[in-house]
């Protein structure tokens, strides 16, 4: 679709960041991802969230299990 041959996918550092995520508290000022934080998951190539497949993920939408 898009031509591209890969894809870098990122963690947030609100996730990971014991210090907060303002400028002063996130690398390169400070470390924040422990080494159990490196990005290992897959992505979802479908429509709609994951939890609630094909429809959007709103507040009266009724999860899976």
């Given amino acids: 679709y898009f031509g ?3 894809a870098i ?3 947030d550092p609100a996730d990971y960041a014991p210090f907060g ?3 002063d508290q996130v690398y390169d000022q400070k470390w924040f991802m422990p080494p159990s934080g490196t ?3 897959t992505s979802y190539n479908s429509k709609g969230d994951p ?3 094909i429809y ?3 507040g009266s939408i ?3 299990q």
Wanted: no cysteine; hydrophobic share 30%; charged share 5%.
């Fill in 62 to 64: 009724i999860f899976q």
């Fill in 39 to 41: 990005q290992r998951g």
């Fill in 21 to 23: 995520t303002t400028s």
């Fill in 4 to 6: 591209a041959i890969g």
């Fill in 56 to 58: 959007p993920s709103t």
């Fill in 51 to 53: 939890l609630t497949p």
């Fill in 9 to 11: 996918l990122y963690n």
